[in-house]
């Protein structure tokens, strides 16, 4: 199976999954054989253009979330890392660690934890990411089951639209969360 026929049936599963969807309903919706569906879910076959427009209309998706490569579920870039350019005038340095997409919504927090329990946070609205920098302190992070441990200075990016948490693992912990919301 090539690449982007991997990519296009764990981006249909994924969607079809998020939309609540049976394989028949999406189908139906899309107005494509449930075996098409089936097949391409299952990496087979070679869809065309309009049968995929069709289904990311059933899904209430953009064309292009069923056919981008995928990206990492959480990225982190830890203090330090990541692409830094320089200032010629002053000591200081800007690395990237996000652009906005097109029409997406930030909101910004700065928040303080402190060791105890995890604040256990419920799925946002579909579509949400969540990007955090840590401040001070340590913090154990990101969608339940795939936490990271991070360090001041350390940034994360996940989905906010599933089950996530955060949890400080040393006094005075802050951090910056910035929830994006397509």
């Known amino acids: 199976m090539s ?4 990519w296009i049936a764990a981006s249909l599963r994924r969607e079809r999954a998020r939309a609540g969807l049976s394989l028949s309903e999406l189908a139906k919706r899309a107005g494509i054989a449930k075996s098409t569906l089936s097949q391409l879910e299952t990496g087979g076959g070679n869809p065309s253009v309009e049968t995929l427009w069709a289904l990311g209309v059933a899904l209430g998706v953009p064309f292009s979330a069923l ?21 010629e005038r002053a000591d ?9 997409p097109p029409g997406a919504r930030r909101d ?29 302190g340590r913090l154990k992070a990101g969608p ?11 940034y994360m990016s996940y ?3 599933v089950p996530h948490s955060y949890e400080a693992l040393a006094p005075g912990t802050t951090f910056v969360l910035v929830m994006q919301h397509v």
């Open 3 to 6: 690449e982007p026929l991997t």
């Open 67 to 87: 056919v981008e490569p995928p990206t990492p579920a959480v990225q982190v870039i830890r203090a330090g890392e990541g692409p830094t350019v320089a200032s």
């Open 92 to 100: 200081y340095g800007a690395t990237l660690l996000s652009a906005s």
């Open 108 to 136: 910004i927090y700065h928040l303080r934890a402190e060791p105890g329990s995890a604040r256990e946070s419920e799925p946002h609205i579909p579509g949400s990411v969540e990007h955090l920098i840590v401040s001070t």
């Open 144 to 154: 339940s089951g795939e936490e990271v441990e991070l360090e001041p200075g350390d």
């Open 159 to 161: 989905r906010g639209d």
